[in-house]
Every structure is written in C-alpha cells, then in structure tokens.
Nanobody, 123 residues
C-alpha cells in the first residue's frame, strides 16, 4: 500500500503563486508515475499535470499550461506543483495520485490517492 500526503495548500490572491507538495511512502518511488488532479465545487475531478518516474516527461492540462510546473525529488520521495499566475478558477481541492504502470490523464488509471489539499484563490 502506498500512502500519499499533500501539503502546502492555502489562500492566495489572483496573480499570485503557491507551491503544493505530496510525500509518498512508496519504497521505489522513482518507479511510480505521479499526477495532480483537482476538484472544484460542483465540478468533476479533472487532470492537472503528470510526471513520469524519472521526471523526464511531463504533461499539463491546457488550462494550466505555462502557469503550473510539476516536478519531483526522488531522493526525498516528493512531488511538487508550482502554481504561478493563479486565477480564481484554480480554486479547488488538489489531489496527488500515483500509478506504478499507467501513464494517463484519466483518474481511473491511478491506484493511490492522497486526501487532498485546499487551494483558494481570492480576488
């Protein structure tokens, strides 16, 4: 069983920046693909960004491309999401997810999830 714990959420003004983190308990962390999803009030959970085990490949939703950056530190077993130029519509609970096999933007492809961290963007 892999446990994921997110942190770093909070309140930020529109146009500001925030970095959230996710620590994994996976024994061989570098073999796990990692992703961030988010769920806004009244909306379905949506894909935000993903990164492969070595950090060589990343992918982003169009809505966050050029504003958000996903990265990982395999020695510390942590994945980050740096969020810049934040917008009101970025307000959501952000979830970290991981898969040992799948490289996908669908939530169903990920086997383990964190509890989420709230990010609120104010005007």
């Amino acid at each position: 069983q892999v446990h994921l714990v997110e942190s770093g959420g909070g309140l930020v003004q529109a146009g500001g920046s925030l970095r959230i983190s996710c620590v994994s308990s996976a024994r061989f962390f570098s073999t796990w693909n990692m992703a961030w999803f988010r769920r806004s009030p009244g909306k379905e959970r949506e894909f935000v960004a993903r990164i492969d085990g070595n950090g060589d490949n990343t992918d982003y939703a169009d809505s966050v491309k050029d504003r958000f950056t996903i990265s990982r530190d395999n020695a510390r077993k942590v994945v980050f999401l740096q969020m810049n130029s934040m917008k009101l519509e970025d307000t959501a609970v952000y979830y970290c997810a991981t898969s040992n096999w799948n490289w996908d933007t669908s939530a169903s492809a990920y086997s383990h999830w964190g509890q989420g961290t709230q990010v609120t963007v104010s005007s």
